[in-house]
């Protein structure tokens, strides 16, 4: 069975920090990964998606970046947090390229003050 | 603008009563997926249904899709107190992977 692990958990952070989120999915090989984040009682929006290792999409521009150093892993990162980076963000998962499901992690809620 | 929205922000019904979650879209679709979030949690998908069909059921979820008014609806019979949740329809062109998710629908269910 495969198995989504999302680290840290949670994170209070303050602005003009930085920050490096991680997502680990073990029983599958290369799958698709992707990066969500979600504000506070909205909606989720796709930030990146990755197909292999080495390759990384933006879907937009939120001052964040993204990377893919193994199969099996997949970073967020930025160099300088913003208030407006606080959320709910959501590592996931597909076997197939377009409409396949979508497996998610847990999620990190991250606090930027 | 949103490709996909569902269309309330917010239902609430007794145990035992049935539901109804719609949602429309913007552009053509390859497959509109419904998915459910529970409060502090990933979203977990429900039902994928594809653009050629009309109708799929899960248990006692039963999704349409209507291309013609762009439209979908995520019925729950005989609902549950742990069906309370925020439930999202997601849209795809079929392109670049990329999913859309409506703003969501918060259900909930009391005893």
């Known amino acids: 069975a495969q198995t989504i692990h999302q680290w840290p958990v949670a994170e209070i952070k303050a602005v003009g920090s930085p920050l490096s989120l991680g997502c680990t999915i073990k029983?599958?090989?290369?799958?698709?990964l992707y990066w969500y984040w979600q504000a506070t009682g909205g909606t989720l929006q796709q930030l990146f998606y990755?197909?292999?290792?080495?390759?990384v999409e933006s879907v937009v521009q939120l001052n964040l970046s993204a990377s893919r150093p193994k199969d099996d892993q997949f970073i967020l990162s930025t160099e300088k947090l913003l208030l407006s980076h606080s959320g709910f963000y959501l590592c996931?998962?597909?076997?197939?390229?377009?409409?396949?499901?979508?497996?998610f992690g847990p999620g990190t809620r991250l606090t930027v003050l | 603008s949103q490709l996909a929205e569902e269309n309330s922000w917010a239902l609430s019904v007794h145990e035992g009563e049935s539901v109804t979650v719609n949602c429309s879209y913007k552009?053509?679709?390859?497959?509109l997926q419904w998915y459910r979030q529970k409060s502090g949690k990933g979203p977990a998908q429900l039902i994928l249904?594809?653009?050629?069909?009309r109708e799929k059921r899960n248990g006692r979820l039963r999704a349409t899709l209507d291309t013609s008014s762009q439209s979908s609806s995520l019925s729950i019979t005989a609902t549950r107190c742990e069906d309370t949740a925020v439930y999202f329809c997601?849209?795809?062109?079929?392109?670049?992977?990329?999913?859309?998710f409506g703003k969501g629908t918060k259900l909930s269910v009391k005893s």
């Open positions: 996931a998962w597909s076997t197939d390229w377009g409409y396949a499901e979508q497996f």
């Open positions: 029983g599958k090989s290369s799958p698709n």
């Open positions: 990755s197909i292999t290792v080495g390759q």
């Open positions: 552009t053509s679709i390859t497959a």
């Open positions: 249904i594809r653009s050629n069909e």
């Open positions: 997601a849209t795809d062109a079929g392109s670049n992977a990329k999913l859309t």
